[in-house]
């Protein structure tokens, strides 16, 4: 059951991320224009604040996932439901700081935008992050749900959940816009939707995976190595606010709205290339956790990690690729010429995560291990050095400087220390790694070529041109990597699945 969770979860992973992010290229477009620059650069902005009242979840929840492990793997069914209570009462805690947070934040953010902002969008963007706060408190609430349904495997119920949310929003904000709402009612809807959403995981869980909780008796020394293992983890937190947040926050405040929609825009391509790749890390995370909870051999997290790189770089090497090739027609004609700046911080910021993309299995390993800590450290250090860059290369070059600087200060990070910490502390094959790596290059030649010719032989002014262009990379890629790049492992897994429905399809 666990296997067919962990392969119908990644395949409802690529599906969501699919559907959600078609509906998104086709849905913003519209929403830009429903709302314009000026109400889209709110969300942007409200967003960016907001965002940081996330570190308050202190970085337990990727904490659960190993001590529930732990508690299964000795089949302690007393501790799991005193882990259950214990966890939800931090987060009730952490919850109540949230709503402090974000009045504060509410109260605050005037004194930062007061040069950029008119009152008007100054009163929007209170009202967008005090919805944009409750939303946060109900997320962290039932975290533990989520965290619980994680480590049972249900994959199925997860994926199928989010694939509706991620439809019924867009629809449900259509529907206000055309009635007339701006940002602030399309907050409204985000939250009652995400609401729903969350109360229905806790019936699930209850029901389903019998989950309970106990709220006496907690285990004190438990208690502090959750927080002791959950520190680093906010460090974690910390960091990904400061190296994706604070670049809005510093060009509302010297650009206003407008700067801030386009690098918005341009951030949403870094959004959707990494979905790509950190869903299937997601389900593997708790097959991590059980190999190093019962003492498996350091080989079995090897082959993970090397199968699961390769299967990510095949399809973050697609989407880069496509991205350089067609992406700035694609961007003039669906945002619009006051976007084009926007193709090339999508760019830089893919190029920021590429590496960290296909290596992200890494981080469940070292978090199984509780090895994260000089990670946490180091990316800290990175991201307070890329908000000192940011701020001066926003002034001068805008927000292409600023995804520059988040660009060469990632790369310290995530490349050079993480592939060093990799091999010499965590103790991956990274040498059999890169070289596994290499071997698929060959597969990307054939499609750069044509690419390349598409790019600057053709003037794609139209969808249809795009959509075309785009089939022809993605079909050049798909034989080339079939040929070049895939071992037989990689060939039996997507031919299988074919192979088993033409049989069907025979037999029927």
């Known amino acids: 059951m666990q296997l067919n969770q962990r392969k119908m979860g990644t395949i409802l992973s690529y599906v969501y991320i699919i559907v959600t992010n078609t509906i998104s290229l086709i849905y913003t477009p519209f929403m830009l224009r429903m709302l314009g620059q000026s109400e889209y650069g709110l969300f942007g902005t409200a967003n960016s604040f907001i965002g940081y009242l996330s570190i308050l979840s202190f970085g337990i929840g990727g904490a659960y996932i190993r001590f529930n492990a732990q508690a299964r793997a000795a089949h302690d069914e007393v501790g799991e439901r005193k882990l259950n209570g214990m966890f939800l009462t931090i987060y009730s805690v952490l919850s109540l700081l949230v709503l402090i947070g974000g009045i504060i934040f509410i109260y605050c953010v005037g004194f930062i935008v007061k040069d950029t902002f008119t009152p008007q969008e100054l009163l929007e963007l209170r009202l967008i992050m005090f919805n944009l706060t409750l939303n946060t408190i109900v997320s962290f609430v039932f975290n533990v749900v989520m965290m619980a349904l994680q480590a049972y495997e249900r994959f199925i119920c997860i994926r199928v959940c989010l694939l509706l949310a991620g439809i019924m929003t867009p629809v449900a904000n259509i529907i206000v816009m055309m009635s007339g709402g701006k940002a602030v009612a399309l907050s409204t809807v985000s939250l009652i939707i995400s609401t729903l959403m969350y109360v229905f995981f806790f019936f699930y869980a209850r029901f389903k995976i019998n989950m309970k909780f106990v709220f006496r008796g907690f285990n004190k020394s438990l208690m ?254 798909c034989l080339s990597v079939w040929f070049l790049s895939l071992n037989s492992y990689e060939k039996d897994m997507f031919s299988k699945p074919v192979k088993k429905l033409i049989n069907k399809f025979k037999r029927g």
């Open 224 to 477: 502090r190595e959750v927080f002791i293992f959950s520190g680093f983890l906010f460090l974690n937190s910390v960091t990904d606010q400061l190296t994706f947040s604070t670049d809005n926050i510093v060009l509302g405040a010297v650009g206003g709205t407008a700067v801030v929609a386009v690098y918005s825009i341009g951030a949403n391509f870094k959004g959707y290339f990494m979905n790509f790749s950190s869903s299937i890390s997601s389900v593997f995370a708790p097959q991590v956790n059980r190999i190093v909870a019962t003492n498996g051999e350091q080989k079995e997290l090897d082959n993970i990690f090397i199968k699961i790189g390769r299967i990510q770089f095949l399809v973050v090497s697609l989407i880069l690729i496509g991205y350089v090739c067609i992406g700035q027609d694609f961007i003039s004609i669906w945002a619009g010429p006051d976007y084009k700046d926007a193709f090339w911080i999508g760019l830089l910021l893919m190029v920021a995560i590429f590496v960290p993309c296909f290596q992200n299995v890494g981080i469940e390993i070292q978090k199984a291990k509780n090895m994260h800590k000089a990670r946490s450290i180091i990316y800290l250090v990175v991201a307070i050095v890329n908000v000192g860059l940011t701020i001066p290369f926003s002034m001068m070059f805008g927000g292409i400087g600023a995804a520059l600087a988040t660009t060469i200060c990632m790369f310290m990070g995530t490349v050079v220390f993480m592939n060093f910490y990799y091999y010499k502390y965590v103790n991956l094959d990274i040498k059999r790694f890169w070289i596994s790596i290499a071997k698929m290059l060959p597969g990307m030649i054939p499609v750069c070529i044509v690419g390349g010719i598409i790019n600057q032989m053709y003037v794609l002014d139209s969808y249809l041109k795009i959509l075309i262009a785009a089939i022809v990379i993605m079909l050049i890629y």
